[in-house]
């Protein structure tokens, strides 16, 4: 019983997952996939970033999460700035990934 409970747990909560994708003529250019509020990933073909796809993919996962979180790499300063300019503002670091691996993350928020 208690085994079929946490299969039922893990079926619901895969469903609270959201991805959108964009794309253009069949081919995918960017992918965003948020889990009950955070943004687990974003992902955009580095030969088309700076167009505003990430942007326009991380407006939408705010109007489905307003107070939407992500984590990203310490080292990534691209990415916070990025997510900083976006209107998220740091929250916090850990000096761990979420595997326990030593690579720092910076907690970031929407908080406008």
């Known amino acids: 019983m208690a085994e079929t409970h946490r299969r039922e747990q893990s079926a619901k909560k895969s469903l609270e997952a959201h991805m959108s994708f964009y794309s253009r003529q069949g081919y995918p250019l960017a992918f965003m996939l948020i889990d009950e509020g955070h943004m687990e990933a974003l992902f955009v073909d580095p030969a088309r970033r700076g167009i505003g796809i ?35 503002k740091q929250t916090g670091r850990s000096p761990i990934d979420g595997q326990g691996r030593p690579y720092p993350l910076i907690h970031l928020e929407y908080l406008n």
């Not at 990430?54 to 790499?73: E, F, I, R, W």
């Open 54 to 88: 990430g942007a326009a993919l991380v407006q939408h996962g705010l109007t489905l999460h307003p107070k939407m979180t992500t984590d990203v790499n310490e080292q990534n300063d691209q990415a916070i700035r990025f997510y900083e300019r976006m209107g998220f």
